[in-house]
């Protein structure tokens, strides 16, 4: 479970989070939504202790995020990463075993066999010794989740997973994160496609510098809620979809 | 025999043994250093640790270890103010490089003359600056080896932080490594290295032994692990005939190692396998050969249907002179794709089978352009000519699948179905009959189809139902519907 507790975070004395309370329950698979500048990467940031906040405090599972940084994994938006970089997939999903092992220790069988396991549950064994620039985004995309199941986390942060993927994978995608919320994962997903997200999560948090509204997703993805997170922002989009 | 006399000479032997470990170290760390984008910081640390010697001199005399010790710390302290101006003023990155080694070569500069003129010493800045490998004494070379060591054994242990840190820092962090000392970390080697280096090849010219031989190494592999052992062997290479060739020469051993790894940097440049500007050229010639075959070969199945097929007929539908119809004819026969007798031609089975791919490329692409990007019927010809030369089998069903396996093109003429098709292919299967999925199907896209059915490769799968559409298999107890096209294209393996 992750517990915020009043947590305020602000770049250059602006305010991009404010009061922030939520507490998110295993299991579940979450959306985070908000228009740009809402704060959603900052959510993220700030839960993983990449950024100081400025007040308040969070707890995984009790614990702060120094001491469970195995348990939590981050699967950051594709943008900025160096695709020519002489990586392979197999050595980037490797990493996934990185928390878990000691200063001087090597990668056992069984972290090899962990990260074999995650490509073929990924569908991209074939791919291993590639170069993760020859990749397609799909399956660049899949690349890193193989990474972050080969972690074996419990939270899962994933930053706009479906940029640049194709539909079918996408969908493909998707059932693979309700399987892991179904073995008791917790999933938090900043997304923006609002079609679809009363397919994809069980809850959602509707985020725009605070907490507009939060809870499960039939209750808390209303209309209502949605003008007031986008506020001007979704009557203008409204608009040019009329134009 | 004069060069083997001189080999043999201990000078010699010292300055062979210190080049070929800098050259080694350089190249090795050097590869950290351009994947970091840190080419100026490499060359900026270098200058910077003058001051370090002339306060070392002053100190302790003219000792190794004074000269060391001074330079790790200015060269440390050159690391410390770059960063905190960086992360503190609003300087840009590079101007903040810029103003801190140039002060502190300054200062450096300034305490040599200064000790010059009033206590007659005399440091060479000249040494300092271009190294003077055939000067080097026995502490040199055990400082060198050392540092030589201690460098190439923390690479190994720690590059996993190295690794994780340079490609993805955030993620790195998050993992809990701290990105900030793998940074001071990597800064104290970057100034072990610089010091080592100083008696070979001197300040201005280090950074050239750090990047040169990691670039060249980068152009020829993609794996990290080998292209830090590439760099190190190009750095050895580098300096070692550099220096051979200094004293053939009879010049600077320093600059002449410089020129060495840039030639080979050059020779990258021009003939690496997949990054080299000759392969892409003589690719490009091949690309250029393998369109005219493709249009003969297409050509000479739209003929086949309406009669005979001659030389004269191909030039006048292809636009081309006899002659070069003809000169392309012997390779097409090579390769099997045409029979010639006398003056007739004819398509071989495979010649047969490369062309109707090529018209289901062409065809494929028409409808494509037509469905899902809109364009009109009269628009789409010309595209297509491009695109069937270079759309490949996996792209092909991709598209199919989208199109929903059309089975006209927009002009009306048939689309030809995939030539080759696995031997045992899942829509072969009875019902009931088990069988299991291949590791290796015919392409990838059929790999991520079968991911997206979930459908592992190596799984037990039976056919339950066949159905006009689709066929309905059982896998893992779980039944799952595959379209009867796809089907066709899914190797399989009998039990």
């Known amino acids: 479970m992750i517990s915020i507790k009043g947590l305020s975070v602000s770049y250059d004395r602006k305010m991009v989070l404010s009061n922030i309370y939520s507490e998110i329950e295993e299991g579940s698979l979450c959306g985070i939504l908000g228009p740009n500048g809402a704060g959603k990467s900052t959510l993220f940031k700030a839960i993983l202790g990449l950024i100081p906040i400025n007040s308040g405090n969070i707890l995984i599972d009790g614990k702060p995020i120094t001491k469970q940084r195995k348990r939590v994994v981050y699967v950051p938006q594709k943008g900025d990463i160096d695709w020519q970089f002489p990586a392979t997939v197999f050595d980037i999903v490797l990493m996934g075993r990185y928390p878990h092992l000691r200063l001087f220790q090597r990668f056992s069988t069984h972290d090899k066999d962990l990260a074999l396991d995650a490509l073929r549950q990924m569908g991209i064994e074939n791919l291993k010794n590639r170069q993760i620039g020859e990749l397609s985004g799909g399956q660049q995309q899949r690349v890193f989740l193989a990474r972050a199941i080969c972690q074996e986390a419990e939270i899962f942060l994933l930053d706009e997973p479906f940029v640049g993927v194709d539909i079918t994978t996408e969908e493909k995608i998707v059932d693979i994160l309700k399987q892991l919320a179904e073995a008791g994962k917790t999933l938090l997903v900043v997304h923006h496609d609002l079609s679809k997200v009363e397919d994809y999560f069980d809850h959602v948090i509707l985020l725009n510098q605070r907490i507009i509204a939060s809870g499960e997703t039939f209750s808390t993805f209303t209309d209502d809620n949605i003008n007031k997170t986008y506020g001007g922002q979704l009557t203008i989009l409204h608009k040019t979809f009329e134009v | ?495």
């Open chain 2, 1 to 495: 025999m004069e060069l083997i006399e001189i080999l043999q000479s201990t000078w010699a032997i010292r300055a062979l043994i210190a080049s070929s470990m800098v050259g080694i170290m350089c190249g090795v760390l050097g590869a950290f250093i351009v994947l970091r984008n840190m080419s100026l910081i490499g060359d900026a640390l270098s200058h910077a640790i003058l001051p370090g010697v002339v306060f070392g001199f002053m100190i302790a005399g003219y000792s190794v270890l004074g000269f060391f010790i001074g330079s790790v710390i200015a060269g440390l302290l050159a690391a410390v103010f770059i960063t905190w101006i960086q992360q503190n003023v609003k300087t840009k990155n590079d101007a903040a490089i810029g103003i801190v080694f140039t002060a502190m070569f300054s200062i450096g500069v300034m305490a040599i003359s200064h000790l010059s003129r009033t206590e007659g010493v005399h440091l060479d800045l000249k040494d300092f600056l271009f190294g003077n490998v055939l000067g080097v004494s026995n502490e040199d070379l055990y400082l060198t080896g050392f540092i030589g060591i201690y460098v190439l054994i923390s690479i190994v242990v720690f590059y996993r932080y190295l690794f994780a840190t340079t490609f993805q820092p955030v993620i790195a962090e998050t993992m809990g490594i701290s990105v900030k000392t793998v940074h001071y970390f990597l800064m104290l080697l970057l100034s072990f290295v610089v010091v080592a280096s100083l008696r070979t090849v001197g300040v201005i010219l280090v950074v050239a032994m750090l990047i040169t031989p990691a670039a060249t190494a980068l152009l020829l592999t993609n794996r990290l692990q080998k292209v830090l052992v590439l760099a190190g062997l190009i750095g050895f290479a580098s300096a070692v005939s550099g220096l051979i060739l200094a004293i053939i020469w009879d010049t600077t051993p320093g600059p002449a190692m410089t020129v060495v790894a840039t030639v080979i940097y050059g020779l990258a440049v021009l003939f690496s396998p997949e990054k080299g500007l000759v392969f892409k050229y003589i690719r490009n010639r091949q690309l250029n050969e393998k369109i005219l075959a493709e249009d003969i070969l297409k050509q000479a199945l739209r003929l086949s249907e309406k009669g005979t097929v001659t030389v004269e007929k191909l030039s006048d539908k292809l636009g081309f002179s006899t002659a070069a119809v003809r000169g392309k004819l012997p390779s097409l026969k090579k390769k099997g794709l045409f029979s010639i007798s006398n003056s007739k031609i004819e398509l071989t089975q495979e010649g047969r089978t490369q062309a109707t791919r090529l018209v289901r490329a062409h065809r494929l692409w028409e409808t494509y352009l037509v469905e899902k990007m809109g364009l009109t019927v009269e628009q789409i010809h010309e595209d297509a000519e491009k695109y069937e030369h270079i759309l490949t089998d996996e792209i092909m069903d991709e598209m199919e699948e989208r199109l929903g396996y059309p089975v006209l093109d927009p002009h009306g003429s048939p689309i030809p179905k995939r030539e080759k098709l696995p031997t045992l292919s899942l829509s072969s299967l009875a019902q009931n009959q088990h069988a299991i999925i291949e590791k290796n199907q015919t392409n990838e896209y059929i790999i991520t189809k079968l991911w997206e059915l979930g459908l592992m490769p190596g799984s037990d799968v039976s056919i339950k139902r066949s159905a006009a559409q689709f066929i309905e298999i059982e896998v893992n107890e779980k039944l799952v519907k595959v379209p009867k096209e796809l089907s066709d294209k899914i190797s399989i393996e009998l039990k």
